[in-house]
């Protein structure tokens, strides 16, 4: 296997673009993966609309007793014909019900990570698609070199994220299964309050690529993607409140007194870990 793409999902029912967002993105990976092997991983965080899968997927029990269901074979084909997701390349489909108001992004993101069969891995939202050429050939090119992989994300207003900006991202970037794993995948810690996911991780990247040297990480705009569809992991805790609480937590969790500054959290700053390709 070439590479699996985990695709983070989950449709709240009420958007009016979403799934057509959805599908973009899918389409995109199959105009593009030429000959590669390539297999795609959903890991829905309990969409409404996907309900039915409750009842016709396999249970999975994760380590905290939390049951994931999954759909494979002739059960995830038949599924994907009613439902109009004939794509080739999905060959699992991960389905963590949303019992508690709450966004687990990371527990079905850490299954789906478990589940895959390539070294290789790329991570999108389901709202990111390419608009990059030949972008699976680029990814599975720079894996062969570096250990980590972040590509460029165009906002919807058209503006590409520049290797200066000190925001983080959990979408469009490729990994080594194993380095992923050795840095302690997602924090499944982030579903308190609903947010961070993408904070966690990336701090625990930097720190995990400061500790072994000899691993390279880089920034390309040979990988683009649009963010065509943000905003749908509406968090479910009081805005002031998930603030104070995150920046709480991350500090117990990393010893890390405010995450959201460049002084005191140098992963923030790509210049510091992660080389410039674009």
Request: proline share 2%; with cysteine; charged share 20%.
């Amino acid at each position: 296997m070439d590479l699996s793409i985990i695709i983070a999902h989950y449709d709240p029912g009420n958007h009016p673009s979403c799934i057509e967002s959805f599908h973009n993105t899918i389409r995109q990976i199959e105009l593009q993966k030429g000959d590669y092997e390539i297999e795609v991983i959903i890991a829905d965080d309990g969409s409404l609309t996907h309900q039915d899968i409750q009842s016709l997927g396999s249970p999975l029990t994760d380590s905290d007793e939390q049951i994931i269901y999954q759909l494979k074979g002739n059960t995830l084909s038949n599924w994907k014909h009613k439902n109009n997701f004939n794509y080739s390349s999905i060959s699992h489909w991960l389905y963590l019900p949303k019992i508690k108001p709450m966004m687990s992004k990371a527990r079905i993101g850490n299954a789906a990570v478990t589940m895959a069969s390539s070294k290789n891995l790329f991570f999108l939202d389901d709202d990111n698609y390419f608009i990059s050429e030949n972008t699976i050939t680029t990814i599975i090119k720079l894996l062969k070199k570096y250990q980590l992989v972040f590509g460029q994300i165009q906002d919807n207003n058209g503006k590409l994220r520049s290797y200066s900006s000190n925001r983080v991202q959990g979408t469009t970037f490729g990994i080594v299964k194993h380095q992923i794993e050795e840095a302690g995948l997602f924090g499944e810690w982030t579903e308190k309050v609903s947010c961070g996911i993408d904070s966690d991780l990336w701090y625990k990247l930097y720190q995990h690529f400061q500790n072994n040297t000899h691993l390279q990480a880089c920034y390309t705009s040979g990988i683009q993607t649009l963010d065509s569809c943000s905003k749908r992991w509406k968090t479910h805790i009081d805005t002031f409140f998930r603030n104070y609480a995150l920046k709480k937590r991350f500090k117990e969790i990393h010893g890390c007194n405010n995450y959201r500054s460049i002084n005191n959290n140098p992963s923030r700053s790509k210049s510091n870990w992660i080389i410039d390709l674009t």
